[in-house]
């Protein structure tokens, strides 16, 4: 059994009450570590260290800030298989996948943030022949970074990353589904040199580590990724505190794929951006939007693609999907399947757990699921799933296909497929989302505006927007 400790203040430590929370594999089901379940006392232990860590760190030469995350990234990437390996067996996805992406991108992000801080320079402002205004931007203090358990380490680090380098100290909490990486993660910030107090790594349950974050005077922001409701909750006790919140929710995400389109691409770019990590992304397009005159065809070899994916141990090199990340999302999941058939949706494949033999036998399994049939304002299409279930939608023209893709409380990503120009340009306009990919799915460049229009957030991560976001300006008005 392994112990994933608290670190607080540069040590390792259980939770003060010395209670523990089972940790589960979601391929086999069993618990194979245990968690702090950390309470108040832990959080104020840890902003008091992050509080006492700020003064020095915030005041260091930000090439040294940069300097130490770099550092980081390094021994990251020198440990890379070992971290895959976690994160598959923690999270339940494909190991070949944590391998090509959560991984890399965790260093990444650090490597990212760690020379973006160096290039980073603030407005001035000339008013008339009379005065200079320039924006000076300091580090808020200690900040809050929660993030879930879809991406663990690639999500933990893209919010904690820029925090870091631009001055704040931080309480970090990890989804306590999927704890490990972040844990192994805080020892190579020790190893690296990072100064004790500078980033604190809080285990347990949300609702006992979240809302002492939420409403500590002391923590000046919250950064937070994971579903709509909990970003509701955290906005509601964080409001009277005026605290900054950057809020990046769920999403119900439309493929438009039109007749022009590059018909291959888009099949194999519709089949992967909808079933990656078992379609526990918050950018996988869960609603696609075929045009009729190619909507049959498209339909059977979507599905014909879509049933020849492997879904099998995480550990398996050949495995395309995995396991369903924790037994309460598997049934979630599973209780959409149901109803959509009750709202009258065919199932065109999938449709059924997996049930396998050997050391997967108790795992948490799903067969990627093709449903058409739906009208797009029932609840199967309205509401997110977050797992390996899509459907099927043809339209007849480029205005209902806007419609029905707006047509949600949703407005994290788009992906439209078209080879006519003026279209990519007016559909981009036109779309109420954070993101639209015209032909291509999952393409980021980490200096763009990151987040979503309506219930799928507020504020923006990436780039500058992530280290204005970590910082208050000032405006210095200096008359000539
Ligand atoms: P949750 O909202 O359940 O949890 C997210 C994190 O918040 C977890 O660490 C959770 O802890 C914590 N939490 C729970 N309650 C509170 C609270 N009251 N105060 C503070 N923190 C709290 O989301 P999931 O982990 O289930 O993640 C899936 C969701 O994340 C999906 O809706 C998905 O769309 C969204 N997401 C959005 C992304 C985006 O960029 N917009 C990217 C990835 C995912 P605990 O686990 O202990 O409950």
Known sequence: ???ILNYINGE???ALGGSWLPNHEPATGAVYSQLPDSQAADVEAAIAAAEQAFPEWSTL???ERGAIMERVANLLESRLEEFARAESRD????VALARRMDIPRAVDNFRFFATAVKHWSSEAHVTDQSAINYTLRQPLGVVGCISPWNLPLYLFTWKIAPALAAGNTLVAKPSEITPMTAFLFSELCREAGMPPGVLNIVHGLGASIGNTLNVHPTVKAISFTGGTLTGATIARQAAPLFKKLS????????TLIFADADYELALSTAVRSAFTNQGEICL?????FVERSIYERFRDDFVARVAALKVGDPEDESSDLGAIASEQHFNKVMGYIQLAQEEGGRILTGGTAVKSEGRCAGGWFIRPTVIEGLANSCRTNQEEIFGPVVTLQPFDTEEEALAMANDTQYGLAAGVWTS???RTHRLGAQLKFGIVWVNCWLLRDLRTPFGGHKASGVGREGGWEALRFFTEPTNVCVKI
């Open 247 to 254: 809020l990046e929710l769920g999403g119900k995400n439309p």
């Open 12 to 14: 390792f430590q259980p």
């Open 420 to 422: 006519n120009l003026s």
């Open 91 to 94: 999270q339940g996805k494909p």
């Open 1 to 3: 059994m392994i112990n």
């Open 61 to 63: 030469p930000a090439a």
């Open 284 to 288: 996988c397009g869960s609603r696609i």
